[in-house]
């Protein structure tokens, strides 16, 4: 299984980007996915999950800017970020959880200038 990340950048704050996430290989079904995100000297946190039915979960520092989404045909979940902040400049990973077994994709950058 591999997961794909694409869609990071460079952006002013209040700009928006839009991360997509394509998992591949012997997959059957894919429970909950999500993206975290890790900046520089700071440990890797939750930023949303979406499970296999859609309900979603949000970290408060993101809610009403932030909407993930998926589409299961596709096995590809989604991150469209809004009203872009400075601290919200990271490495972006995309989660997926198949059979109990977590995989992560390898990361894109995002960059929030002010």
């Known amino acids: 299984v591999q997961l794909v990340e694409s869609g990071g950048g460079l952006v002013q704050a209040g700009g928006s980007l839009r991360l997509s996430c394509a998992a591949s290989?012997?997959?059957?079904?894919?429970?909950?996915m999500g993206w975290y995100r890790q900046a520089p000297g700071k440990q890797r946190e939750l930023v949303a999950t979406i499970t296999s039915g859609g309900n979603t979960n949000y970290a408060d520092s993101v809610k009403g800017r932030f909407t993930v989404s998926r589409d299961n045909a596709k096995n590809t979940v989604y991150l469209q970020m809004n009203s872009l902040k400075p601290e919200d400049t990271a490495v972006y990973y995309c989660t997926a959880d198949i059979w109990g077994i977590y995989y992560w994709g390898q990361g894109t950058q995002v960059t929030v200038s002010s």
């Open positions: 290989g012997r997959i059957l079904r894919i429970n909950a």
